[in-house]
């Protein structure tokens, strides 16, 4: 088969390697219908080492070719998607809703599991990990279809997270920093869950007016100082009660605690490039502040995910503005790393 | 009056200041019937340089002397409560449940306001602050309901935001960090709230007794690495749902992060005596643990506490183990920096 590996910062390749075979008895082997790069697939595209070859890509969705023999409630054609990442969807922590934590989990992107920017994938713990999609036929399904349903492997269900965790409600005010493709899908989230009024900082024109179609009441361009005075003027100086952050940064952090109100939430879902970061009297525990946020247990989400998007409710696929043969990997991180494309969605 | 003052780290005195009299017609003059000695006094009992001396005190519980012309709600002979930080109970973000982030609201222990460890106090803001003990006439009730009313100034209602922001519900392990009275008290509103395992680190056993009796099923006196694989091991190896941390110490919010479970919250009421602290991919995020806490709206919760003491539902006044005349503070101070009090009630 044909699969993405990184060589090292900015050497992303795709090259012929083994198709994938059932390993545990609670394998899948799925055939990718679409598969995309994440943002997150940019740190190391700016950061790693040379060294062994890296398989990439944690997004898909597909049709089932083979099933382990431990296997039973997914099989053989169903179209279904694989979250970022695979889970039992059994243990304690899958019954809480954290299936990130899951104790038969992990992820995808390493050499013993691979990537999914591939045309084929081997998912692990199949029947806990994959849901499939009803009804659809990936081919004849629309395009518009397939991505909407892909944004559920990961980024639309991130940004759901983030509103989810960060309790927005109606009647709340709602800033979500970060345009990309994490924070838009946060956007159209927070309006789902009917956020009175949603405050989008970002300073890219065309994602902004996505931003606004998904619901973003106010963009905010400016960054740091200048752009929590901005938010704290459109607050009538008393900030967000939710704050999404979907960057990573620490200057997108400083902003969050900048501009939220006592007693309010920041909810993260930018991975975090740092460790340490201020946390007392100053930035949250004055103001009663609660953090929150993590990598987003998008197996718990879901089910209802699929049925908003069968019933036209949601349409998170717009956040691809760009599609490409898998063959062409390379220039689609590029193209997003350059922020000429949004996201990209690869067609094996 | 009598009033204390603190000159420099270890140098509190009881001196003859003037009595207190309305400043603005939003205030009252109250005189005290109890007060005491926080925890949190001690950090500048440790730390205060040399210079002008502040008077001290942030608890009280007292009769009303005088009104000002614009207080309609308290009246004169009134028996009351003071929360520790005084707000208008009508803004934005009181009516939103944190009086301690009131816009008219604000802290005892400085100049303009004085301390309440005095013999008269001056209220401000007294509609919204102060809340009257109904039935109860502080000359005949006895000692134990007057020290479990002081409680609720302070000290059990830190206690109890710490375990009302953490979430603790029936079913939730809990660990309360801290033997302290705030400790002891988070884990007297966990066992209210319904938890179902409340496990108490501390290692002072006459201090833990009282915690078993105020629910603690089990108690950890190891720190550190010992502590949290003692926790882990009780919790097999999951962690705990909530963590209410009431030291604010960086160990202890090490130990907070190092047991509790993935999707759980760490909630702090212990003032944090460190601004930056680990909260990436490592201690909080990666897990999806939330961090919540800060300074208590004491005053949100009044009404319900005052009920609850008067049913005999709960009696935190257990955890004042001395009792002093107020000419005997500096005492009181010596006492609990020493360790060889919980807490001192203080009577004028």
């Known amino acids: 088969m044909r699969a993405t590996f990184m060589y090292s910062a ?27 790069v994440c943002g997150s697939d940019l740190h190391p595209y700016h950061s790693m080492d040379p060294g062994a070859a890296n398989p990439m890509g944690h997004e898909l969705i597909g049709v089932v070719e083979e099933t382990g023999s431990a296997v039973t409630r997914i099989k053989k054609g169903d179209f279904v998607i694989a979250p970022f990442a695979f889970s039992d969807n059994t243990c304690v922590f899958c019954h809480e809703g954290f299936h990130t934590a899951c104790v038969h989990g992990g992820w995808y992107g390493s050499p013993e599991t691979g990537g999914l920017q591939a045309e084929l994938a081997r998912i692990p713990q199949a029947d806990g990990s994959l849901v ?26 991130t940004g759901y ?7 927005v409600e109606a009647g709340k005010t709602v800033t979500v920093i970060g345009d990309g493709a994490v924070g838009l899908s946060a956007v159209l989230a927070a309006r789902q869950k009917g956020a009175e009024r949603i405050i989008l900082m970002g300073r890219h024109t065309s994602r902004t007016d996505l931003g606004r179609k998904f ?35 620490m200057p997108a952090y400083e902003q969050a605690y900048g501009i939220v109100r006592p007693g309010g939430v920041i909810s993260r879902v930018g991975v975090p490039q740092y460790e340490d970061a201020p946390i007392g009297f100053g930035s949250l525990f004055g103001k009663n502040v609660t953090l929150t946020g993590g990598p987003a247990p998008v197996r718990a989400y ?27 990997t390379g220039e689609a991180y590029r193209l997003m790393d350059s922020r000429k494309a949004l996201k990209v969605a690869l067609h094996p």
Chains 1, 2 share one sequence.
Do not use: N, W
């Open 132 to 157: 499939v999609v009803p009804g659809v036929d990936p081919a004849t399904a629309g395009d518009s279809l397939l991505a909407s349903l892909l944004t559920l492997s990961d980024v639309y269900l």
């Open 10 to 36: 900015g050497d992303v390749r795709v090259e012929t390697a083994p198709d994938p075979v059932i390993q545990q008895p609670t394998d899948a082997i799925v055939r990718t219908v679409l598969t995309c």
């Open 302 to 328: 879901l089910e209802d995910a699929i049925a908003q998007v069968l019933d036209g409710q949601i349409d998170p696929g717009k956040v691809f503005d760009v599609q490409l043969p898998l063959a062409e």
């Open 161 to 167: 997270h983030a509103a989810h965790m960060g309790r």
């Open 215 to 249: 619901g973003a009441t106010d963009v905010v361009a400016e960054r740091g100082a200048d752009g929590i005075a901005q938010v704290m003027d459109l607050t009538r100086g008393e900030g967000s009660h939710v704050v999404l952050e979907a960057v990573g940064h």
